[in-house]
């Protein structure tokens, strides 16, 4: 069963970095694509970043392009989201997703604020 953990969310001031986790378990984690999506409030969920199984294929939200990053651990079962030069905007709950075929599962969100 899927199960999927995030973490790295916190307050920060505009400009400022955060780097977002997702530990996996219960799948072989190596075999999915992993995505971040986020939901700022009153806003339906949107797809940020996602990654191949291999970590060889990466692709982003027009808006983040440029300052955020996904990366994956194989090792490790963890996806990261390098989120650099945040904006008020980026302002949401992030989420990850074990995709193959669609998401598999989610984790819980970790809350991300961007204000000054």
């Known amino acids: 069963q899927v199960h999927l953990v995030e973490s790295g969310g916190g307050l920060v001031q505009p400009g400022e970095s955060l780097r977002l986790s997702c530990a996996a378990s219960g799948f072989t984690f190596s075999t999915y694509a992993m995505r971040w999506y986020r939901q700022a409030p009153g806003k339906e969920r949107e797809l940020v970043a996602s990654i191949t199984n291999s970590g060889g294929s990466t692709n982003y939200l027009d808006s983040v392009k440029g300052r955020f990053t996904i990366s994956r651990d194989n090792a490790k079962n963890t996806v990261y989201l390098q989120m650099n030069s945040l904006k008020p905007e980026d302002t949401a709950v992030y989420y990850c997703?074990?995709?193959?075929?669609?998401?598999?599962?989610w984790g819980q969100g970790t809350q991300v604020t961007v204000s000054s």
């Open positions: 997703c074990a995709f193959k075929i669609g998401c598999r599962g």
